[in-house]
């Protein structure tokens, strides 16, 4: 673990009195090498490990810490500053029911998520529906209302022979009509590198106009977190990210990239298949999780 | 440690670094790639760095030609069984699709096993591509015991005279050991139910994946056996660098590959054009 690593580079450092540069510089290369094993990306590593140096050079190494703790806390802090904590705070002001539109790659965890979503803004207290807009993916809209059984939560679908628009459009109309206060409006798995899906959802945006925009991303994404974060977030104006299976064992440094280039913040962790398994985000067992 | 021996300078190797780690290639991979070239350039200076991505293009091929056969090897007698595993939304069912497809173009006729029980309208993706592609699917309901469902479809499969079976599962996280339980009794079910069964072993990885695919690799083999990999997803930005590790730590060769969402997205591998896609 880096913990070890650090502590075995540090051992003979008992009787410095400041950290010199030096022994911070030995100490970095480990803590780089950890966040690349953990998939952040090369930039934001090398810029974090940057920040780290700055606030470690010339630290008086503490009494109760040994050296290594105390590179290590100053990482730690660092990693839960940048991961930053607007903790699962979701937007609903505006027209009802308001637009909460999922967006990502192909397979990672959209549709499970609207319904984990559905099933959580019920337990606050409001009204949510779900709007099936994936016509694309064979038994999509069949996933959705299964869902929707399962947790008896309302979802407005048009098959798959109407666009994408028109159900969204179609679907906030029906779902005010019944009283719905939140809508979450379910997208089709697309790559950022196809301009032809990107400017759909664009077009989806300006329709429906969303009070958020989540990006779903699952935590083994490697290093294309940067691009595909900053190509949504550039054409639609991404509001959370939502990281999925943190119940595996993948390190999830993709949720650092996200935030450090886009700044866009975490808002849930999927934590399991089941419509249960949504988690808060919590910035420092993340931060933990990524130092491995 | 190494002198700049000819023109490629420190600037040179920390951004040729870059590009493999960009590419998923991982610290470790990409650290003995490095070091190798340059112990090739102190003993004999590369002329340029075009000649040094030359030589680094002939290791990443040199990996990927250990890793062992890209065939896919299904028997010309009875009936193959290829079994498609992987973590969670990888492009399992799609790949089942597109290899059914793949198959028919070839001859065979497969017959395919709704092995995934659990997720909601699992059974339904497959019967659409069952539609599409003209292949009977076998399924039980939703809940039913996948090693159940496999046994009966093997027996189903083999008494209408099938000559291909394709088995699609659940998508499972290594790191549930129930689940990896589970994947274990179907395996063995299978072999059971048919001699010399399955005859491919096929592990879907989506490209985006990082490091934790060599964890994913590890894991299934050790379990299950794996006897290749499909690299879906390749159509994304991502390039599938973990591949490298996976095939130097496991000797587990690449056999298919995924561009699309379409049933024809589905090429054998072809390691000197993935190689060539890594620095594009
Ligand atoms: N273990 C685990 N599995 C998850 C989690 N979230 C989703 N999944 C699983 O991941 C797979 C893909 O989920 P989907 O909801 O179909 O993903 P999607 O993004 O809607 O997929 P597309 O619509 O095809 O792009 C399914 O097997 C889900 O059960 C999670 O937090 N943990
Ligand atoms: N762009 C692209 N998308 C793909 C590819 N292969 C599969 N997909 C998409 O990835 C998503 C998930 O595919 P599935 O076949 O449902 O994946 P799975 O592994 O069976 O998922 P689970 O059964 O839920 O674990 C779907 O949106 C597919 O269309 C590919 O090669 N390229
Ligand atoms: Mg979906
Ligand atoms: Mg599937």
């Known amino acids: ?292 | 440690l190494f002198r700049t021996a000819g023109t490629l300078d420190a600037a040179f190797w920390d951004e040729l670094e870059e590009r493999l780690i960009a590419a998923d290639v991982g610290a470790h991979v990409t650290a003995d790639l490095i070091t190798e070239l340059r112990a090739r350039d102190a003993r004999r200076a590369f002329a340029s760095g075009e000649d040094a991505e030359t030589a680094l293009r002939e290791l990443l091929e040199a990996i990927l030609a250990r890793a062992g056969d890209t065939g896919l090897y299904l028997p010309e007698e009875g009936v193959g069984v290829v079994l498609v595993i992987g973590v969670n939304g990888t492009g399992k069912t799609t790949t089942v699709a597109k290899l059914t497809r793949y198959l028919q173009l070839g001859g065979r006729a497969p017959f395919l096993i709704a092995g995934d029980t659990f997720r909601a309208a699992a059974i339904d993706q497959l019967k659409v591509w069952g539609d599409r592609t003209g292949a009977t699917v076998f399924a039980q309901s939703p809940g039913s015991d996948t090693a159940a469902v496999v046994f009966d479809g093997i027996g189903a499969a083999i008494s209408r005279g099938a000559d291909t079976i394709i088995i699609d599962t659940a998508g499972r996280l290594h790191t549930k050991t129930n689940l990896m339980a589970e994947l274990e009794k179907v395996r063995r079910v299978i072999g059971r139910r048919q001699a010399g069964a399955p005859h491919e072993t096929l592990l879907v990885l989506d490209a985006v994946t990082g490091q934790n695919g060599l964890i994913q690799a590890k894991t299934f083999m050790g379990s299950v056996g794996v006897t290749g990999l499909v690299l879906t997803k390749l159509d994304s930005s991502a390039k599938g660098g973990v591949v490298f590790a996976i095939a130097e730590e496991l000797r587990l060769p690449i056999k298919l590959v995924g561009t699309g969402e379409r049933i024809d997205d589905l090429q054998p591998f072809d390691p000197s054009e993935f190689v060539r896609a890594l620095f594009s």
């Open chain 1, 1 to 292: 673990s880096l913990t070890d690593r650090l502590q075995g580079i540090f051992g003979e450092l008992r009787n410095h009195g400041r950290l010199s540069e030096a022994d911070v510089d030995v100490a970095l290369k480990e803590v780089r090498l950890a966040l690349l094993e953990a998939d952040v990306h090369f930039r934001v590593a090398r810029d974090f490990v940057k920040r780290v140096r700055d606030r470690a050079v010339g630290v008086e190494v503490s009494q109760s810490l040994t050296p290594a703790q105390q590179v290590l806390r100053i990482v730690n802090e660092e990693l839960v500053e940048t991961l930053g904590g607007t903790a699962g705070r979701l937007d609903w002001t505006g027209p009802v029911p308001a637009p909460i539109l999922m967006v990502g790659l192909n397979g990672q965890g959209k549709t499970t998520s609207s319904a984990k979503l559905a099933v959580r803004l019920r337990k606050m207290g409001q009204r949510p529906f779900m709007i099936a807009c994936d016509t694309f993916r064979p038994a999509a809209i069949q996933q959705l209302v299964t869902l929707g059984k399962q947790v008896g939560c309302d979802v407005y679908e048009e098959g798959t022979e109407a666009s994408p628009v028109e159900i969204a459009r179609r679907g906030l109309e029906w779902g005010r009509d019944r009283g719905h206060t939140i809508a979450i409006v379910d997208t089709a798995g697309r790559q950022q590198v196809d301009e032809r899906l990107m400017d759909e959802l664009v077009e989806l945006r300006q329709a429906i106009n969303p009070t958020e925009i989540l990006l779903v991303a699952s935590a083994m994404t490697g290093q294309e977190a940067v691009n595909v974060a900053q190509a949504f977030h550039a054409r639609l104006g991404l509001t959370g990210l939502v990281l999925t299976q943190i119940d595996g064992d993948a390190r999830g440094g993709a949720a650092l990239s996200i935030r450090a280039v886009t700044g866009i913040p975490v808002k849930f962790l999927g934590v399991g298949e089941k419509i249960e398994a949504l988690a808060e985000f919590h910035p420092d067992r993340v931060a933990s999780r990524i130092l491995g």
